[in-house]
DNA sequence: CTTGGCACTCGGGAACACAGAGTGCTAGAC
DNA sequence: GTCTAGCACTCTGTGTTCCCGAGTGCCAAG
């Protein structure tokens, strides 16, 4: 059904549609690719391409434009994901390396990639899933209240301040502090409502309301967190394109967490570090919008996603070049801290 | 120069063209608005009012629509910042008492005030200036490697990782952690450079060097982060207005820190807690923007400082009144807690 | 299967007219 | 002196018409 010829063909209005911005026909495409064919014999191709529905025409006797199964077929089959330059790589190293802690990571890597693709860039928190605790901290702010620390092997760090229910004195925080210590060290997060099930019978009974006090918000912060925090960057790059829904709408949707996060996917697949790409329609909400992403983390400890968001009509290899790099590049970095 | 009838008609035609967007005739002026006098009568007024440059003319024979300077005038004299209704006073209670650190409160505050003022809020982040150390964290990661976590009596965090000159073991640890609290707990973040400088000396030979890359590092921190965290909110309710300068240079400001800086407005006047307003051209980038801003704080101790930015013509009692009441409301969460 | 030719179809831009809103000015009324 | 009514004038925005050209689909010939 589709040869190899309607195959160059689609590819190259792909191409084309993309670099321009135009409505391309079939004369124009015979010349700027070297097809060796007459434009009669695209225009025949075409019409088969807009017969399975590849490509559409916005109005009679316009050109062609790639439809999103069209662009999904490019993607697929038709091309390579393009490296960067070599330029580029060291651009990315350099700024990355800079960073001093993991909120500096994060907006670094949000920024470069907005940068880097001139689209929108999302990235989200690594969560704390498969993190472990490096540390429990315990401040008396004063005799009823705590505040409350806890930092991970990610170098996250999530506090609260809780409102005990009875005055404890300094000493017994003390003691709270080195028995959560004990218990949680090094423990992986998801382990943490297991070890902690039994605590408060393992103090004295003087103790207990406290330390119940503290573990049910320190489970609370557990959940809550759970992968809740993406950031995005680059929404000035939305100012020239143009969707087929609202801007409005796009920029409704960046700023709302929830859907955001359904937007660069669930990271629960097969395989997480692989290139996800969601074209027009096949996004859950905003329909005129493509998405490019993929999961970031140490090696194969799988740690939260980053992608850019942009407009159906989207240079894909290149786009998809500099996701794969950056999210590379900040594992790395994140192995290493 | 500017009788009471004169003022009466800018009030009028700014009240106007707020609302409807389009440049305010003589006719509908005094018709809509009851001045008791007849269309000529408003056209003489209106033209002495140009002739003074509260109002210009988008093209002959259009209406009237005010300048920078005449907003200016009415914000100044011919307007009353307008009160919030009692729902939306609750309603701004409610959402920011359920705020569980401050993270949490300055990101529902950016979005309480989006979402009430119709505009783009920003809000900086409470500097570390007037706040005080509440506890000095040291966490050993390894043996060359330590975090380092600060917490303010604001409920402030600021984490960095400081990799040590040599090899350090838990107990020397321990020992630094309770030299720099004794030293620090309590004292103003300002005061703490003067309060540090002598501390290595006062400690065993072997501790100097890891003492002092910490405390260097402590410095950086303060001095790094020192008001530079500002976060906005609202961005898709820039979708519907107009700038005369472009969406994107609007866009690419908020994601500028330091431009949002610039546009907050300095502290460092008089009375911080008063509202500041300028308009259009008065703005240092972003000519085409107005901006409503204040500061807020627990108390006479002035943390930062929130506001909105929008399209000149917005409605500024309106706006005045949210920002104004945003602010106070959030000053109490950030006192009470 | 490919190619050249040809009639057909629209979209978009240019030219044009026109209605309507708003103004400035002047002369008269209070 | 101040306000009002009337009037001529000047615009913009809109609707209409027209035409060019790009691009297509189809057909017949190579």
Redesign the pocket.
Same mark, same amino acid.
């Given at each position: 059904m589709l040869d190899d !010829?309607k195959l160059a063909v689609l590819r190259a209005i792909v191409e084309d549609y993309v670099s321009t911005n135009? @409505?391309?026909?079939?004369?124009?495409?015979a010349e700027r690719h070297n097809l060796?064919?007459? @434009?009669?014999?695209?225009?025949?191709?075409?019409?088969a391409l807009?017969e399975e529905g590849y490509i559409t025409? @916005?109005?009679?006797?316009?050109? !062609?434009v790639p439809t999103d199964k069209g662009y999904r077929l490019f993607v697929d089959r038709l091309s390579q994901v393009k490296p960067l330059s070599g330029a580029e790589r060291r651009a990315i190293e350099t700024f990355l390396a800079g960073a001093v802690d993991l909120d500096d990571v994060v907006t670094r890597t949000v920024r470069l990639l907005a940068q880097l693709t001139r689209q929108v860039a999302v990235v989200q928190y690594p969560t704390l899933n498969r993190s472990t605790v490096r540390h429990v901290e315990l401040v008396p702010l004063n005799d009823r209240r705590v505040m409350f620390v806890l930092i991970t092997n990610t170098g996250r760090v999530e506090q609260r301040v809780v409102e005990l229910p009875e005055a404890i004195d300094d000493t017994r925080i003390a003691h709270l502090r080195a028995v959560l210590n004990a218990c949680l060290d090094g423990c992986g997060l998801s382990s943490v409502p297991e070890l902690v099930a039994d605590l408060p019978e393992r103090l004295a009974p003087e103790d207990r309301p406290a330390a119940a006090t503290i573990l049910s918000v320190l489970l609370e912060t557990l959940v809550e967190r759970h992968d809740e925090k993406i950031v995005f960057a680059g929404a000035a790059n939305l100012a020239g394109a143009d969707f087929t829904t609202g801007l409005r709408d796009v920029l409704e949707a960046l700023e709302e967490q929830v859907v955001l996060m359904r937007l660069l996917g669930e990271t629960t697949n097969d395989t997480p570090s692989a290139l996800t790409v969601r074209i027009g329609s096949e996004n859950p909400y905003l329909r005129g919008t493509s998405i490019v992403a993929t999961g970031y983390g140490s090696g194969d400890n799988q740690l939260a996603r980053l992608g850019v968001l942009g407009p159906t009509r989207m240079d894909y290899p290149v786009t998809m070049g500099a996701v794969r790099a950056v999210a590379r590049y900040v594992s790395q970095i994140l192995a290493a801290s």
């Open positions: !010829r135009e @409505p391309v026909g079939s004369k124009a495409l060796k064919v007459s @434009p009669a014999t695209v225009r025949n191709d075409m019409a807009e025409q @916005p109005h009679t006797s316009a050109g !062609r």
